[in-house]
Structure formats: C-alpha cells, structure tokens
C-alpha cells in the first residue's frame, strides 16, 4: 500500500526555520518525482517544490527560492523540505505528493493534479508571532 507521511510542521515566528519530512513506503522513491505543495485557506494549492528521485533535479516556485531547499534520501525513502526566512504569506498546509516521472520536474509541479497520483494528509504551518 502506497503511503506518504508528513512530519516537522507546527508554528514559527517569521524569519524562523522548519523542515518537514516526506516519509514513503509501499514503493521506493525510484523513477518518481516527489513534490511539495500547499493550500492556504481561500486559496489554489500552489505546487512549492519538487524534486526528482533518479537525477536531482528540482523546481522551486518563485515565491521560495532562495528560502527554501528540497532534498531526498533514497536510502530512507524520505524527501526533505527545510523552510528558512519563513513568512506569514507561507502559512497553509503542506502536502507531498509522489507521481512516475513523465515529463520535466517543472511541468509534473506545476500540473499536480495531472501528474501527482498518491498524496500524504498534509501538515500545518502556521507564520505567526
């Protein structure tokens, strides 16, 4: 059974730190793309990262770059999400979701829906002081 957790949310003072976890089981994290996204409250989910199993390669969104950094270790079937600068505008839920690599990192991410077939229940971040 394919299962996604999310661990390392919670509440942080903005320009604070967080790093969530992704952990999988049921499948290895080969050939997949493994993305974070996340929904604000009245808002679309916006896909914020992903990162691609077999080579590496990532995407941010705009909005993160330079603030936040995806990372995955095969070996613990587990993609990481550290979160710096942190600001209320990244308060939402964040889900990971996992989806085969069909085309380029950027277009899975920017397409959850289409690309992204097994998702995790999500963690809470919440910007506040």
């Known amino acids: 059974q394919v299962q996604l957790v999310e661990s390392g949310g919670g509440l942080v003072q903005p320009g604070g730190s967080l790093r969530l976890s992704c952990a999988a089981s049921?499948?290895?994290?080969?050939?997949?793309?493994i993305g974070w996204f996340r929904q604000a409250p009245g808002k679309e989910r916006e896909g914020v990262s992903c990162?691609?199993?077999?080579?590496?390669?990532?995407y941010y969104a705009d909005s993160v770059k330079g603030r936040f950094t995806i990372s995955r270790d095969n070996a613990k079937n587990t993609v990481y999400l550290q979160m710096n600068s942190l600001e209320p505008e990244d308060t939402a839920v964040y889900y990971c979701?996992?989806?085969?690599?069909?085309?380029?990192?950027?277009?899975?991410?920017?397409?959850?829906?289409?690309?992204?077939?097994?998702w995790g229940r999500g963690t809470q971040i919440t910007v506040s002081s």
């Open positions: 979701a996992a989806g085969r690599r069909i085309t380029t990192v950027q277009a899975m991410c920017a397409n959850s829906r289409l690309f992204f077939t097994s």
């Open positions: 049921g499948f290895t994290l080969d050939y997949y793309v």
């Open positions: 990162i691609s199993s077999s080579d590496g390669s990532t």
